[in-house]
């Protein structure tokens, strides 16, 4: 039995929010938004795949890039362990709690017990935090929950050991070194992360990933009809989009809230006037998001999805990929 | 967003959201989840189309329960396959009522693993008669043993 005084807190999305926590547990006053940003999470990503029902828009980057591009960045060392055998996963896992020290752990969602069943999806990259374990199980802080949750150790070892895309394999980590940061070092790391996002959004020359895919996505929406068996089920990916925008670990708005947050704190940390009213147009960006959000959610409920109203769907987020590519252009411009 | 634009209430989904803060500063807010407190009635509803509709071709034995929790799951052949460790072409015969009868009981325990369901669930659906029902299935040492608890 081992409970470590880990300061429990919901963050927006998994991966920042464990990263985050487990910085803060460790002394550094890091919020996720910094996290975030330094990690240059924001993105687009627009892929068709046999393995997904439905393409998939994602608006950040991939899985684990934010805890390598942290360490890298900050100069924080985590220690890493993926497992074959599920016994040894457990019995390491046990052993490095009983010393007191909060683990991530990456795991398929669908086999959180206390996750509601509306949410019960696979999903290999969740992350949470293992920060106890008792006779029958494991005390775990997810940061999508108010409070820690319990798990049982069957639950926690079919969540670990998924198969499928971003196979978690037994992976988890912890903060072995996390050094004092001092003004410059963040300042590095800042500019780091936004050459980087920027550089992804507006530069990275592969047509799924950055604003060419906001496009893409935007372009496939009127196609919809012919990708689905019937009008529910158009319904229910027109109202994914609301759901994936705002509600799957995003902080709201795709990310951009969180990420004009991140603009803000920079404009702070450099005494910028630029990046202060670059924040405010992302945040705008984000409201912009919302909107379109909000009439997908509107549409799908109503069952409103013509060809018209589809077509100004698509539009809306043509509109976003427009001032996203200025917005990100300004930024690789500032930190070239 | 503004901070009251974003507030709702709903405790039984929380999320955190970015805000802008009245006096102008972006920071966190703990508020309940729009999609979940608007439109979760949509969605249960058209997840129990799915339901009836996979019930009724079990029932007309147009498809196995493999193919039932596949579309119950909203999931595809290919991740199925993936996660069950079972070849796509194999899964594709055990979609159907005679390709399941051929299914080896390995393969049925790996689907129910990926289903996160007990075997049991494979070879019958329980629908109580009266509403506010509870059917819990307990899972035991024995992985083709469950014990179904009706309250």
């Given at each position: 039995?081992?409970?470590?005084?880990?300061?429990?807190?919901?963050?927006?999305?998994c991966?920042?929010?464990?990263?985050a926590?487990?910085?803060?547990h460790?002394?550094?006053?890091?919020?996720?938004?910094?996290?975030?940003g330094?990690a240059?999470?924001?993105?687009?990503v627009?892929?068709?795949?046999p393995k997904?029902?439905?393409?998939v828009f994602?608006?950040?980057?991939?899985?684990?890039?934010?805890?390598?591009?942290?360490?890298?960045?900050?100069g924080?060392?985590?220690?890493?362990?993926?497992?074959?055998?599920p016994?040894?996963?457990?019995?390491?896992?046990a052993?490095?709690l009983?010393?007191?020290?909060?683990?991530?752990?990456?795991v398929?969602?669908?086999?959180?017990?206390?996750?509601?069943?509306y949410?019960?999806t696979?999903?290999?990259?969740?992350?949470?935090?293992?920060?106890?374990?008792?006779?029958?199980?494991?005390?775990?802080?997810?940061?999508?929950y108010?409070?820690?949750?319990?798990?049982?150790?069957a639950?926690?070892?079919?969540?670990?050991?998924?198969?499928?895309?971003f196979?978690?394999s037994g992976?988890?980590?912890?903060?072995?070194?996390?050094?004092?940061?001092?003004?410059?070092?963040l300042?590095?790391?800042?500019i780091?992360?936004?050459?980087?996002?920027?550089?992804?959004?507006?530069?990275?020359?592969?047509?799924?990933?950055?604003?060419?895919?906001?496009?893409?996505?935007?372009?496939?929406?009127?196609?919809?009809?012919?990708?689905?068996?019937?009008?529910?089920?158009?319904?229910?990916?027109?109202?994914?989009i609301?759901?994936?925008?705002?509600?799957?670990?995003?902080?709201?708005?795709?990310?951009?809230?969180?990420?004009?947050?991140?603009?803000?704190?920079?404009?702070?940390i450099?005494?910028?006037?630029?990046?202060?009213?670059?924040?405010?147009?992302?945040?705008?960006?984000?409201?912009?998001w919302?909107?379109?959000?909000m009439?997908a959610?509107?549409?799908?409920?109503?069952?409103?999805?013509?060809?018209?109203?589809?077509g100004?769907?698509?539009d809306?987020?043509?509109?976003?990929?427009?001032?996203?590519?200025?917005l990100?252009?300004?930024?690789?411009?500032?930190?070239r | 967003?503004?901070?009251?634009d974003?507030?709702?209430?709903y405790?039984?989904?929380?999320?955190?959201?970015y805000?802008?803060?009245?006096?102008?500063t972006?920071?966190?807010l703990?508020?309940?989840?729009?999609?979940a407190?608007?439109?979760l009635?949509?969605?249960?509803?058209?997840h129990?189309?799915?339901?009836?509709?996979?019930?009724?071709k079990?029932?007309k034995g147009?498809?196995?329960?493999?193919?039932?929790?596949?579309?119950?799951?909203?999931?595809?052949?290919?991740?199925?396959?993936?996660?069950?460790a079972?070849?796509?072409?194999?899964?594709?015969?055990?979609?159907?009522?005679?390709g399941?009868?051929g299914?080896?009981?390995?393969?049925?325990?790996?689907?129910?693993?990926?289903?996160?369901?007990?075997?049991?669930?494979?070879?019958?659906?329980?629908?109580?008669k009266?509403?506010?029902?509870?059917?819990?299935?307990?899972?035991?040492?024995?992985p083709?043993?469950?014990?179904?608890?009706?309250d």
């Amino acid at each position: 039995m081992t409970t470590i005084p880990y300061a429990h807190s919901m963050y927006a999305h998994c991966e920042s929010g464990t990263v985050a926590g487990l910085l803060r547990h460790h002394g550094m006053q890091i919020s996720e938004p910094l996290v975030f940003g330094i990690a240059a999470g924001i993105c687009a990503v627009f892929i068709t795949t046999p393995k997904v029902p439905f393409p998939v828009f994602e608006m950040r980057t991939k899985p684990g890039d934010i805890r390598k591009r942290i360490a890298g960045r900050l100069g924080v060392i985590f220690t890493t362990y993926r497992f074959k055998d599920p016994r040894k996963a457990c019995d390491r896992l046990a052993a490095i709690l009983d010393k007191e020290i909060p683990v991530a752990l990456q795991v398929d969602m669908f086999y959180m017990e206390y996750i509601p069943d509306y949410m019960k999806t696979h999903f290999n990259a969740h992350y949470i935090v293992a920060v106890g374990r008792e006779a029958e199980g494991f005390i775990v802080s997810d940061c999508y929950y108010p409070t820690l949750s319990r798990l049982s150790e069957a639950a926690l070892e079919r969540g670990r050991f998924a198969r499928g895309d971003f196979a978690p394999s037994g992976f988890m980590y912890h903060a072995a070194s996390v050094p004092a940061i001092d003004t410059t070092r963040l300042k590095t790391a800042i500019i780091q992360g936004i050459r980087q996002a920027s550089f992804t959004m507006i530069k990275l020359p592969i047509p799924f990933i950055g604003i060419k895919a906001i496009r893409k996505f935007a372009r496939s929406i009127p196609t919809w009809p012919k990708k689905t068996r019937s009008y529910d089920e158009l319904s229910h990916w027109i109202m994914m989009i609301h759901v994936l925008l705002e509600e799957r670990g995003t902080g709201g708005g795709g990310f951009r809230f969180m990420y004009a947050t991140f603009l803000q704190e920079a404009s702070r940390i450099f005494g910028s006037a630029e990046l202060l009213a670059l924040s405010k147009r992302m945040m705008e960006n984000g409201d912009k998001w919302r909107e379109l959000s909000m009439a997908a959610a509107r549409s799908g409920k109503n069952r409103d999805l013509g060809p018209e109203r589809l077509g100004e769907i698509r539009d809306l987020v043509l509109a976003r990929a427009d001032e996203e590519e200025r917005l990100f252009s300004i930024l690789y411009k500032l930190f070239r | 967003m503004k901070e009251n634009d974003a507030r709702v209430d709903y405790d039984l989904h929380q999320l955190l959201l970015y805000v802008e803060k009245e006096d102008g500063t972006y920071g966190p807010l703990q508020t309940g989840a729009f999609a979940a407190k608007n439109y979760l009635g949509d969605y249960r509803e058209k997840h129990a189309h799915i339901i009836n509709e996979g019930i009724e071709k079990m029932k007309k034995g147009e498809i196995s329960p493999v193919g039932y929790y596949l579309e119950f799951f909203g999931m595809t052949v290919a991740d199925l396959a993936v996660r069950a460790a079972v070849p796509v072409g194999k899964l594709k015969r055990h979609l159907t009522p005679v390709g399941f009868a051929g299914a080896s009981l390995d393969a049925l325990r790996r689907y129910a693993e990926v289903f996160d369901l007990p075997l049991a669930n494979l070879f019958a659906v329980i629908v109580p008669k009266k509403e506010g029902t509870i059917v819990t299935a307990q899972r035991t040492c024995n992985p083709l043993f469950t014990i179904i608890e009706i309250d």
